[in-house]
């Protein structure tokens, strides 16, 4: 990104009289991400105009833009702290047209239309809960550090508790997500394992029973099949140890296969009724869902991770564990979004709820918010004496 700063005392006069009524809305370092993104876009627009249509311009212009606004205000909200979708568009539709007469003040005239429209928005509140997961899930996808301000590090290193974890199976939340969300890996006798590998089998061969039993095999042959037809190592592999990773769809399809080979007998994972497994930390299903949402952007065979889940009308069915999406939120269709420290704009589209494939993702922030130790508020100062 280019930097760019007026020169001469004259100049530093003249924006100290364009800032004064707006700048007490934005602090300095707002305030220079405006003028290195009006210099951006000048930049970008002179090196492409005329190699690119005026569409093409504005796309590039809205990508400027999205870094710029989510450090500022929210997008696509309402209220304090936020321009509306509309807002968003005139500023980039204001923005090109500056940009695409070329003169030497773009950059200057650039800056004032969108200094003039963020410094009307007051400044964004805190995030959320939910937004402060799932920018630390995007960071993790990156391998780029994690930040949770006021929390212990060593609190989030702690596996997570056998309560917890008590608890929410006594809630009935959905088995498939709590084995993926609670357990780092599991720990089975091979013996055990193949046992459990050859009666599901027979039972899949054979004419369903019930039909739990059809639908359970079912969604085993669909990892099979996703399995093959990504090309992924059938080797046996270790046996004793198998390890609990979204990173690629080979590894946790392995892990889902195991589990509901289990389910399909009875066999309860979080039990530990017939094997053992190993706990996530905190910090280490925070890599988790960094590692989902890898597996839908980043990988070199991008996937959705799906579960298994029963639903009172429809049986067992397959639906998406966390659906997370790059880039700028058509407007209405942004449940949760965060722009990341290299101003990329993330954000969690809204469940369709009632509908056979409704995702799990804000159920997946929910649990996740539920197992994060968040710093106490401070108790309220004990009255003077009269």
Request: glycine content about 6%.
């Amino acid at each position: 990104m280019t930097h760019w700063k007026p020169g001469g005392l004259m100049a530093v006069l003249a924006w100290s009289t364009i800032l004064s009524p707006a700048s007490a809305q934005l602090n300095r370092e707002q305030i220079q991400i405006i003028r290195d993104t009006a210099a951006s876009i000048c930049d970008t627009v002179k090196e492409a105009k005329g190699q690119k249509s005026d569409l093409e311009l504005r796309g590039d212009v809205n990508a400027n833009l999205a870094g710029l606004i989510g450090k500022v205000v929210n997008i696509g909200g309402s209220g304090k702290g936020s321009l509306t979708r509309e807002e968003f568009e005139g500023l980039s539709r204001d923005a090109t047209a500056t940009a695409l007469e070329g003169d030497r003040g773009c950059r200057e005239r650039v800056f004032n239309k969108m200094f003039d429209k963020l410094g009307e928005a007051p400044k964004p509140p805190n995030p959320s809960k939910s937004e402060l997961i799932l920018l630390n899930a995007v960071r993790a996808s990156k391998r780029a550090p994690m930040s949770f301000p006021g929390i212990d590090d060593s609190l989030l290193k702690k596996p997570i508790s056998p309560g917890h974890i008590d608890f929410f199976v006594a809630q009935g939340w959905p088995e498939e997500l709590m084995e993926l969300l609670f357990i780092a890996s599991v720990k089975v006798k091979p013996e055990v394992h193949d046992r459990i590998e050859r009666t599901a089998t027979a039972k899949c061969t054979a004419p369903p029973d019930e039909p739990r039993t059809e639908q359970i095999c079912a969604a085993i042959d669909q990892l099979k099949t996703e399995r093959q037809l990504a090309g992924c190592d059938e080797q046996r592999g270790d046996r004793a140890f198998i390890f609990n990773s979204a990173r690629n769809i080979c590894s946790m399809a392995k892990f889902q296969t195991f589990l509901r080979t289990s389910r399909l007998l009875r066999i309860r994972a979080l039990k530990r009724e017939i094997f053992e497994y190993v706990p996530h930390t905190t910090l280490g299903l925070l890599y988790y869902l960094g590692e989902l949402v890898a597996a839908q952007n980043y990988s070199e065979r991008p996937y959705l991770p799906r579960i298994l889940v029963g639903t009172s009308t429809a049986g067992n069915i397959v639906v998406p564990l966390f659906v997370v999406r790059k880039g700028v939120p058509p407007a209405g269709k942004a449940a949760v979004q965060v722009v990341d420290d290299q101003d990329e704009p993330f954000y969690v589209p809204p469940p369709e709820f009632g509908t056979p494939d409704e995702a799990r993702s804000m159920q997946v922030l929910d649990f996740t918010s539920q197992i994060i130790p968040w710093p106490q508020p401070l108790a309220p100062a004990p009255a003077p004496r009269p």
